[in-house]
Protein backbone atom coordinates (compact mmCIF):
# COMPACT_ATOMS: atom_id res chain seq x y z
CA UNK A 1 0.00 0.00 0.00
CA UNK A 2 1.47 3.33 -1.32
CA UNK A 3 1.32 5.87 1.32
CA UNK A 4 -0.17 9.05 0.34
CA UNK A 5 0.49 12.31 1.62
CA UNK A 6 -1.15 16.10 1.98
CA UNK A 7 -1.27 18.05 -0.86
CA UNK A 8 -0.47 15.21 -3.14
CA UNK A 9 -2.69 15.28 -6.10
CA UNK A 10 -3.97 11.55 -7.55
CA UNK A 11 -6.87 10.70 -10.41
CA UNK A 12 -9.37 8.53 -8.74
CA UNK A 13 -11.93 6.48 -9.86
CA UNK A 14 -15.66 6.65 -7.48
CA UNK A 15 -16.73 3.24 -6.51
CA UNK A 16 -19.02 4.14 -4.31
CA UNK A 17 -21.00 6.36 -1.60
CA UNK A 18 -20.59 6.38 2.20
CA UNK A 19 -23.59 6.55 4.65
CA UNK A 20 -22.54 10.45 5.12
CA UNK A 21 -22.85 10.89 0.86
CA UNK A 22 -19.24 11.17 0.27
CA UNK A 23 -17.58 9.39 -2.70
CA UNK A 24 -15.10 6.52 -1.89
CA UNK A 25 -12.30 5.29 -4.43
CA UNK A 26 -9.02 3.27 -3.83
CA UNK A 27 -5.79 4.66 -4.51
CA UNK A 28 -2.38 1.73 -4.24
CA UNK A 29 -5.27 -0.14 -2.28
CA UNK A 30 -6.12 3.05 0.49
CA UNK A 31 -9.71 3.98 0.70
CA UNK A 32 -9.92 7.66 -0.54
CA UNK A 33 -12.69 9.62 0.72
CA UNK A 34 -14.56 12.53 -1.10
CA UNK A 35 -17.12 15.09 -0.49
CA UNK A 36 -19.61 15.60 -3.51
CA UNK A 37 -18.20 13.05 -5.52
CA UNK A 38 -20.65 10.70 -7.41
CA UNK A 39 -20.61 6.89 -7.85
CA UNK A 40 -18.78 6.19 -11.20
CA UNK A 41 -16.65 9.79 -11.30
CA UNK A 42 -12.80 9.65 -12.52
CA UNK A 43 -11.40 12.61 -10.75
CA UNK A 44 -8.30 14.44 -10.30
CA UNK A 45 -8.41 15.46 -6.61
CA UNK A 46 -5.79 16.57 -4.09
CA UNK A 47 -5.29 15.58 -0.51
CA UNK A 48 -6.38 16.86 2.26
CA UNK A 49 -5.60 15.07 4.79
CA UNK A 50 -3.61 11.69 5.03
CA UNK A 51 -3.76 9.14 7.71
CA UNK A 52 -2.53 5.37 8.60
CA UNK A 53 -5.46 3.73 6.58
CA UNK A 54 -7.64 6.10 4.46
CA UNK A 55 -7.38 9.35 3.11
CA UNK A 56 -9.34 12.51 2.40
CA UNK A 57 -9.61 14.11 -1.08
CA UNK A 58 -10.67 17.07 -2.46
CA UNK A 59 -12.28 17.84 -6.30
CA UNK A 60 -9.88 19.59 -8.04
CA UNK A 61 -11.24 18.54 -11.65
CA UNK A 62 -13.93 15.98 -12.93
CA UNK A 63 -12.15 13.96 -15.62
CA UNK A 64 -15.08 11.86 -16.38
CA UNK A 65 -18.23 12.68 -14.79
CA UNK A 66 -20.76 9.62 -13.74
CA UNK A 67 -23.77 9.11 -15.47
CA UNK A 68 -25.69 9.93 -11.99
CA UNK A 69 -23.89 13.79 -11.92
CA UNK A 70 -26.41 16.75 -12.81
CA UNK A 71 -25.94 20.39 -12.16
CA UNK A 72 -26.75 21.27 -8.58
CA UNK A 73 -30.06 23.78 -8.29
CA UNK A 74 -28.72 25.34 -4.89
CA UNK A 75 -26.20 28.40 -4.89
CA UNK A 76 -24.84 27.70 -1.46
CA UNK A 77 -24.42 23.77 -2.24
CA UNK A 78 -21.87 22.15 -0.82
CA UNK A 79 -20.48 24.88 1.15
CA UNK A 80 -23.85 24.70 3.69
CA UNK A 81 -23.79 21.61 5.58
CA UNK A 82 -27.94 20.78 5.20
CA UNK A 83 -27.48 18.06 1.83
CA UNK A 84 -25.04 16.18 0.43
CA UNK A 85 -26.78 15.15 -2.88
CA UNK A 86 -27.37 18.24 -4.67
CA UNK A 87 -25.06 16.87 -7.30
CA UNK A 88 -26.78 13.37 -8.75
CA UNK A 89 -30.42 12.82 -9.74
CA UNK A 90 -32.97 12.22 -7.53
CA UNK A 91 -33.12 8.18 -9.20
CA UNK A 92 -29.70 7.94 -8.17
CA UNK A 93 -29.77 9.28 -4.71
CA UNK A 94 -32.79 6.75 -4.35
CA UNK A 95 -30.42 3.95 -5.23
CA UNK A 96 -27.45 4.74 -3.13
CA UNK A 97 -29.43 4.94 0.24
CA UNK A 98 -31.70 1.43 -0.43
CA UNK A 99 -28.16 -0.04 -1.08
CA UNK A 100 -27.20 1.48 2.03
CA UNK A 101 -29.83 -0.28 3.56
CA UNK A 102 -29.39 -4.14 2.07
CA UNK A 103 -25.42 -3.38 2.78
CA UNK A 104 -26.01 -2.49 6.62
CA UNK A 105 -28.21 -5.39 7.21
CA UNK A 106 -25.61 -7.88 5.49
CA UNK A 107 -22.45 -6.40 6.80
CA UNK A 108 -23.49 -5.49 10.36
CA UNK A 109 -26.33 -7.25 10.96
CA UNK A 110 -25.27 -10.44 8.63
CA UNK A 111 -29.66 -10.97 8.28
CA UNK A 112 -30.92 -12.26 5.47
CA UNK A 113 -34.06 -10.61 4.81
CA UNK A 114 -36.72 -10.05 2.19
CA UNK A 115 -36.41 -6.00 1.09
CA UNK A 116 -39.53 -3.80 -0.39
CA UNK A 117 -38.15 -1.23 -2.99
CA UNK A 118 -37.27 2.11 -1.42
CA UNK A 119 -40.17 4.79 -1.50
CA UNK A 120 -39.26 8.25 -2.57
CA UNK A 121 -40.29 11.43 -1.24
CA UNK A 122 -43.60 13.15 -3.05
CA UNK A 123 -40.94 16.10 -3.69
CA UNK A 124 -37.81 16.28 -2.49
CA UNK A 125 -37.76 20.56 -2.73
CA UNK A 126 -39.80 22.13 0.07
CA UNK A 127 -40.71 19.04 2.00
CA UNK A 128 -39.35 19.92 5.25
CA UNK A 129 -42.22 21.26 7.84
CA UNK A 130 -39.63 22.28 10.55
CA UNK A 131 -36.91 24.78 9.98
CA UNK A 132 -33.92 26.00 12.97
CA UNK A 133 -31.81 28.59 11.41
CA UNK A 134 -28.41 29.44 12.86
CA UNK A 135 -27.51 33.26 14.00
CA UNK A 136 -24.42 34.97 13.40
CA UNK A 137 -23.05 38.30 13.39
CA UNK A 138 -19.73 38.24 10.91
CA UNK A 139 -18.23 41.67 10.15
CA UNK A 140 -21.10 43.91 11.08
CA UNK A 141 -23.79 41.63 9.03
CA UNK A 142 -26.41 38.95 10.76
CA UNK A 143 -25.98 36.26 8.87
CA UNK A 144 -29.11 33.64 9.56
CA UNK A 145 -28.60 29.96 7.68
CA UNK A 146 -27.11 26.65 8.41
CA UNK A 147 -23.34 25.34 9.46
CA UNK A 148 -20.71 24.36 7.06
CA UNK A 149 -19.98 21.02 7.19
CA UNK A 150 -17.70 20.11 10.55
CA UNK A 151 -17.79 23.82 11.79
CA UNK A 152 -19.89 26.34 13.64
CA UNK A 153 -19.28 28.90 10.33
CA UNK A 154 -23.25 29.72 9.57
CA UNK A 155 -23.49 29.98 6.10
CA UNK A 156 -25.93 32.82 4.93
CA UNK A 157 -28.98 30.84 3.10
CA UNK A 158 -32.16 32.89 3.68
CA UNK A 159 -34.43 30.38 0.63
CA UNK A 160 -33.52 27.39 1.69
CA UNK A 161 -34.91 24.64 -1.18
CA UNK A 162 -35.83 21.85 1.18
CA UNK A 163 -38.02 24.44 3.24
CA UNK A 164 -41.59 25.89 2.27
CA UNK A 165 -41.34 29.16 0.25
CA UNK A 166 -42.73 31.29 2.80
CA UNK A 167 -39.74 30.17 5.75
CA UNK A 168 -37.36 32.59 3.44
CA UNK A 169 -39.98 35.39 3.96
CA UNK A 170 -40.47 35.29 7.59
CA UNK A 171 -36.44 34.52 7.94
CA UNK A 172 -35.86 37.84 6.12
CA UNK A 173 -38.46 39.62 8.19
CA UNK A 174 -37.00 38.56 11.54
CA UNK A 175 -33.62 39.42 10.44
CA UNK A 176 -34.73 43.21 9.41
CA UNK A 177 -36.09 43.54 12.81
CA UNK A 178 -33.01 42.36 13.99
CA UNK A 179 -30.63 44.53 12.03
CA UNK A 180 -33.37 47.79 12.80
CA UNK A 181 -33.28 47.50 16.50
CA UNK A 182 -28.94 46.07 16.90
CA UNK A 183 -30.66 42.56 18.05
CA UNK A 184 -27.23 41.30 18.68
CA UNK A 185 -26.21 37.47 17.74
CA UNK A 186 -25.19 35.10 20.14
CA UNK A 187 -21.57 34.82 20.31
CA UNK A 188 -20.41 31.29 20.87
CA UNK A 189 -17.07 32.12 22.12
CA UNK A 190 -17.69 34.59 24.96
CA UNK A 191 -21.48 33.53 25.68
CA UNK A 192 -23.12 36.76 24.50
CA UNK A 193 -25.58 38.30 22.69
CA UNK A 194 -29.25 37.48 22.47
CA UNK A 195 -30.25 35.26 19.47
CA UNK A 196 -29.16 32.11 18.78
CA UNK A 197 -31.39 29.91 16.31
CA UNK A 198 -34.85 30.99 14.85
CA UNK A 199 -36.95 27.87 14.62
CA UNK A 200 -40.02 27.62 11.99
CA UNK A 201 -42.56 25.17 12.23
CA UNK A 202 -45.29 24.41 9.37
CA UNK A 203 -48.32 22.47 9.96
CA UNK A 204 -48.84 21.16 6.07
CA UNK A 205 -52.55 19.81 6.65
CA UNK A 206 -54.18 22.96 8.27
CA UNK A 207 -51.54 25.47 6.70
CA UNK A 208 -50.52 26.87 10.14
CA UNK A 209 -46.93 28.03 11.25
CA UNK A 210 -44.95 28.67 14.33
CA UNK A 211 -42.29 30.82 15.06
CA UNK A 212 -39.74 30.35 17.59
CA UNK A 213 -37.11 32.65 18.58
CA UNK A 214 -34.42 30.85 21.04
CA UNK A 215 -32.52 33.36 22.92
CA UNK A 216 -29.94 33.81 25.56
CA UNK A 217 -31.79 35.36 27.52
CA UNK A 218 -35.39 35.82 29.74
CA UNK A 219 -37.09 38.34 27.22
CA UNK A 220 -36.90 40.63 23.58
CA UNK A 221 -37.26 44.38 23.12
CA UNK A 222 -39.24 45.46 20.67
CA UNK A 223 -41.97 43.05 20.75
CA UNK A 224 -44.60 44.42 19.50
CA UNK A 225 -42.21 45.64 16.38
CA UNK A 226 -41.70 42.02 15.41
CA UNK A 227 -44.98 41.14 15.99
CA UNK A 228 -46.06 43.46 13.98
CA UNK A 229 -43.96 42.59 10.95
CA UNK A 230 -44.59 38.64 11.09
CA UNK A 231 -48.22 38.79 10.50
CA UNK A 232 -47.95 41.10 8.11
CA UNK A 233 -45.57 39.16 6.11
CA UNK A 234 -47.43 36.29 6.66
CA UNK A 235 -51.06 35.86 8.33
CA UNK A 236 -50.36 31.69 8.47
CA UNK A 237 -48.91 32.71 11.54
CA UNK A 238 -50.93 31.24 14.72
CA UNK A 239 -48.17 31.50 17.93
CA UNK A 240 -45.16 33.56 17.93
CA UNK A 241 -42.83 32.35 21.55
CA UNK A 242 -39.33 32.63 22.70
CA UNK A 243 -37.23 29.40 23.57
CA UNK A 244 -35.02 30.02 26.71
CA UNK A 245 -31.30 28.79 25.96
CA UNK A 246 -28.70 30.13 28.18
CA UNK A 247 -26.77 27.13 28.59
CA UNK A 248 -23.18 26.50 27.06
CA UNK A 249 -24.26 23.87 24.79
CA UNK A 250 -24.37 22.99 21.27
CA UNK A 251 -28.18 21.82 21.95
CA UNK A 252 -30.42 24.06 20.08
CA UNK A 253 -33.30 24.55 22.19
CA UNK A 254 -33.63 25.09 25.91
CA UNK A 255 -35.99 23.19 28.13
CA UNK A 256 -38.08 26.92 29.00
CA UNK A 257 -40.96 28.25 26.19
CA UNK A 258 -42.92 31.93 27.18
CA UNK A 259 -45.54 32.50 24.61
CA UNK A 260 -45.65 36.06 23.23
CA UNK A 261 -48.15 35.90 20.83
CA UNK A 262 -51.16 32.81 20.37
CA UNK A 263 -51.83 29.57 21.84
CA UNK A 264 -47.73 28.64 22.21
CA UNK A 265 -48.80 25.53 19.22
CA UNK A 266 -49.92 25.13 15.73
CA UNK A 267 -52.16 21.81 14.87
CA UNK A 268 -51.64 19.67 11.87
CA UNK A 269 -54.07 16.95 10.06
CA UNK A 270 -51.70 13.75 9.76
CA UNK A 271 -53.31 10.22 8.50
CA UNK A 272 -56.90 11.93 9.08
CA UNK A 273 -56.54 12.58 12.83
CA UNK A 274 -55.26 16.24 14.52
CA UNK A 275 -51.91 16.20 16.43
CA UNK A 276 -51.28 19.58 18.90
CA UNK A 277 -47.34 20.78 17.92
CA UNK A 278 -45.81 22.78 20.51
CA UNK A 279 -41.62 23.43 19.87
CA UNK A 280 -40.24 20.78 21.85
CA UNK A 281 -42.88 18.15 19.88
CA UNK A 282 -40.81 15.34 17.78
CA UNK A 283 -42.61 15.04 14.54
CA UNK A 284 -41.60 13.73 11.34
CA UNK A 285 -40.70 16.82 9.06
CA UNK A 286 -41.91 14.87 6.01
CA UNK A 287 -45.35 15.09 6.56
CA UNK A 288 -46.38 12.90 3.37
CA UNK A 289 -43.67 10.76 3.52
CA UNK A 290 -44.77 10.28 7.52
CA UNK A 291 -48.44 9.40 6.40
CA UNK A 292 -47.20 6.72 3.86
CA UNK A 293 -44.48 5.73 6.17
CA UNK A 294 -47.37 5.46 9.01
CA UNK A 295 -49.60 3.27 7.16
CA UNK A 296 -47.04 0.87 5.84
CA UNK A 297 -46.21 0.41 9.92
CA UNK A 298 -49.93 -0.06 10.30
CA UNK A 299 -49.90 -2.74 7.38
CA UNK A 300 -47.25 -4.36 8.90
CA UNK A 301 -48.27 -4.25 12.58
CA UNK A 302 -51.92 -5.21 12.88
CA UNK A 303 -53.75 -8.63 11.90
CA UNK A 304 -57.20 -9.77 12.72
CA UNK A 305 -55.84 -11.26 16.32
CA UNK A 306 -53.95 -7.27 17.15
CA UNK A 307 -55.64 -6.39 20.35
CA UNK A 308 -53.28 -4.50 22.30
CA UNK A 309 -50.16 -2.63 20.83
CA UNK A 310 -47.20 -0.96 22.99
CA UNK A 311 -45.74 2.29 21.02
CA UNK A 312 -42.42 2.62 22.85
CA UNK A 313 -40.42 5.91 22.16
CA UNK A 314 -44.23 7.54 21.21
CA UNK A 315 -43.53 11.25 20.92
CA UNK A 316 -46.29 12.28 20.86
CA UNK A 317 -47.98 9.61 20.03
CA UNK A 318 -48.56 10.12 15.74
CA UNK A 319 -47.56 6.65 15.16
CA UNK A 320 -49.83 4.68 17.58
CA UNK A 321 -52.58 7.36 17.62
CA UNK A 322 -52.97 6.70 13.95
CA UNK A 323 -54.01 2.97 14.19
CA UNK A 324 -55.59 2.98 17.92
CA UNK A 325 -59.00 2.87 16.69
CA UNK A 326 -58.21 -1.07 15.05
CA UNK A 327 -56.75 -2.15 18.49
CA UNK A 328 -58.50 -2.59 21.48
CA UNK A 329 -55.58 -0.57 23.85
CA UNK A 330 -53.01 1.09 22.97
CA UNK A 331 -49.70 2.17 25.71
CA UNK A 332 -47.48 4.63 24.71
CA UNK A 333 -44.14 5.26 25.96
CA UNK A 334 -41.98 8.75 26.18
CA UNK A 335 -39.59 9.64 27.91
CA UNK A 336 -40.13 13.82 27.65
CA UNK A 337 -43.14 14.85 29.59
CA UNK A 338 -43.99 17.66 27.51
CA UNK A 339 -44.21 15.43 24.80
CA UNK A 340 -46.91 12.76 26.49
CA UNK A 341 -48.94 15.67 27.37
CA UNK A 342 -49.22 16.54 23.99
CA UNK A 343 -49.65 12.92 23.20
CA UNK A 344 -52.46 13.11 25.64
CA UNK A 345 -53.92 15.88 24.45
CA UNK A 346 -53.76 14.21 20.84
CA UNK A 347 -55.60 11.13 21.84
CA UNK A 348 -58.82 13.63 23.58
CA UNK A 349 -58.37 15.75 20.05
CA UNK A 350 -58.92 12.72 18.38
CA UNK A 351 -61.62 11.66 20.31
CA UNK A 352 -59.51 8.39 21.33
CA UNK A 353 -60.54 6.82 24.86
CA UNK A 354 -58.53 3.51 24.61
CA UNK A 355 -55.16 4.83 24.59
CA UNK A 356 -52.51 5.28 27.71
CA UNK A 357 -49.05 6.93 27.92
CA UNK A 358 -46.52 7.21 30.55
CA UNK A 359 -43.71 9.12 31.05
CA UNK A 360 -40.80 6.84 31.21
CA UNK A 361 -37.41 5.73 29.98
CA UNK A 362 -38.39 3.13 27.39
CA UNK A 363 -36.31 0.62 28.98
CA UNK A 364 -38.02 0.78 32.48
CA UNK A 365 -40.97 1.21 31.40
CA UNK A 366 -41.04 -1.68 28.84
CA UNK A 367 -39.99 -3.57 32.12
CA UNK A 368 -42.70 -2.32 34.77
CA UNK A 369 -45.52 -3.10 31.71
CA UNK A 370 -44.03 -6.94 31.48
CA UNK A 371 -44.47 -6.86 35.59
CA UNK A 372 -47.87 -5.81 35.10
CA UNK A 373 -48.42 -8.86 33.07
CA UNK A 374 -48.76 -6.97 29.57
CA UNK A 375 -48.74 -9.39 26.46
CA UNK A 376 -49.00 -7.11 23.53
CA UNK A 377 -49.88 -8.53 19.99
CA UNK A 378 -47.69 -6.16 18.43
CA UNK A 379 -44.58 -3.65 19.68
CA UNK A 380 -43.55 -0.45 17.79
CA UNK A 381 -39.90 0.87 17.90
CA UNK A 382 -38.57 4.19 17.02
CA UNK A 383 -36.05 5.44 18.57
CA UNK A 384 -33.67 7.60 18.38
CA UNK A 385 -30.38 7.27 16.30
CA UNK A 386 -28.39 5.50 18.87
CA UNK A 387 -31.05 2.54 18.67
CA UNK A 388 -32.36 0.52 21.53
CA UNK A 389 -30.41 -0.91 24.64
CA UNK A 390 -29.87 -4.97 24.54
CA UNK A 391 -31.91 -4.47 27.85
CA UNK A 392 -35.19 -3.03 26.30
CA UNK A 393 -34.50 -5.94 23.27
CA UNK A 394 -34.74 -8.43 26.17
CA UNK A 395 -37.37 -7.23 27.90
CA UNK A 396 -40.02 -6.72 24.48
CA UNK A 397 -39.17 -10.54 23.76
CA UNK A 398 -39.99 -11.34 26.92
CA UNK A 399 -43.05 -9.91 26.49
CA UNK A 400 -43.50 -12.14 23.41
CA UNK A 401 -45.24 -10.16 21.09
CA UNK A 402 -45.88 -11.91 18.00
CA UNK A 403 -44.83 -8.65 15.84
CA UNK A 404 -42.29 -6.01 16.25
CA UNK A 405 -42.17 -3.06 14.04
CA UNK A 406 -39.31 -1.03 14.00
CA UNK A 407 -38.89 2.33 12.89
CA UNK A 408 -35.35 3.72 12.34
CA UNK A 409 -33.66 6.38 10.86
CA UNK A 410 -29.96 4.91 11.25
CA UNK A 411 -29.47 1.42 9.16
CA UNK A 412 -26.47 0.82 11.22
CA UNK A 413 -28.36 0.81 14.63
CA UNK A 414 -31.31 -0.66 13.40
CA UNK A 415 -29.49 -4.20 12.00
CA UNK A 416 -27.43 -3.87 14.85
CA UNK A 417 -30.74 -4.39 16.99
CA UNK A 418 -32.26 -6.97 14.65
CA UNK A 419 -29.42 -9.00 14.74
CA UNK A 420 -30.04 -8.90 18.47
CA UNK A 421 -34.25 -9.75 18.29
CA UNK A 422 -33.17 -12.63 16.01
CA UNK A 423 -31.32 -14.31 18.59
CA UNK A 424 -34.25 -13.52 21.02
CA UNK A 425 -36.28 -15.63 18.91
CA UNK A 426 -37.26 -13.00 16.12
CA UNK A 427 -37.13 -12.92 12.62
CA UNK A 428 -36.70 -10.03 10.46
CA UNK A 429 -39.51 -10.94 7.67
CA UNK A 430 -39.40 -7.92 5.32
CA UNK A 431 -37.67 -4.37 5.25
CA UNK A 432 -39.13 -1.33 3.38
CA UNK A 433 -36.93 1.96 3.41
CA UNK A 434 -38.48 5.68 2.96
CA UNK A 435 -36.57 8.50 1.73
CA UNK A 436 -38.17 11.16 4.18
CA UNK A 437 -34.94 13.43 3.74
CA UNK A 438 -34.72 13.95 0.20
CA UNK A 439 -31.14 15.55 -0.81
CA UNK A 440 -29.66 14.67 2.88
CA UNK A 441 -27.65 11.30 4.00
CA UNK A 442 -30.55 10.21 5.75
CA UNK A 443 -33.07 7.40 5.16
CA UNK A 444 -35.77 6.18 7.00
CA UNK A 445 -36.64 2.13 7.14
CA UNK A 446 -39.25 0.17 8.25
CA UNK A 447 -38.76 -3.40 9.06
CA UNK A 448 -41.44 -6.10 10.89
CA UNK A 449 -39.76 -8.94 13.05
CA UNK A 450 -41.75 -12.10 13.82
CA UNK A 451 -41.85 -14.62 16.70
CA UNK A 452 -40.07 -17.59 14.60
CA UNK A 453 -43.14 -19.70 15.97
CA UNK A 454 -45.55 -17.98 13.53
CA UNK A 455 -45.52 -18.07 9.93
CA UNK A 456 -45.21 -15.10 6.85
CA UNK A 457 -46.94 -11.89 8.09
CA UNK A 458 -50.44 -11.95 7.84
CA UNK A 459 -51.58 -9.10 6.01
CA UNK A 460 -54.31 -6.59 7.88
CA UNK A 461 -57.68 -7.54 6.47
CA UNK A 462 -59.75 -5.31 3.84
CA UNK A 463 -62.63 -3.81 5.62
CA UNK A 464 -59.94 -2.97 8.88
CA UNK A 465 -58.14 -0.70 6.12
CA UNK A 466 -61.09 0.98 5.27
CA UNK A 467 -61.25 3.63 8.00
CA UNK A 468 -58.10 5.06 6.43
CA UNK A 469 -59.58 5.96 3.01
Request: aromatic share 8%; net charge positive.
Amino acid sequence: MEALKKNQVIELEITGVTSEGSGVGHFSGMAVFVSGAASGDRLECVIIKAKKNYAIGKIQKILTPSEDRTPSDCVVFPRCGGCVFRHISYEAELRYKEQRVKDAFSRIGHIDTAFEPIEGSVSFNGYRNKAQYAVQSQNGRLLTGFYAPFSHRVINCPGCLLQPPEFGGILKTISRWAEKYKISAYDEKNRSGLLRHIYIRKGFGTGEIMVCLVINGERIFKKDQLLRALLNENNNIKTVLLNHNTADTNVILGTENSVIFGQGYIEDILCGKRFKLSPLSFYQVNHDGAERLYKKAAELALTNKTNTVVDLYCGTGTIGLTLADKVQKLIGVEIVPDAVKDAEINAKLNGIKNAEFICADASLAAEKLKERGVKPDAVILDPPRKGCDEKLLKTVAEMEPQRIVYVSCDPATLSRDCAVLQKLGYKAETAKPFDMFPRTAHVETVVLLVRKTQHIFEPLAAERLSTEK
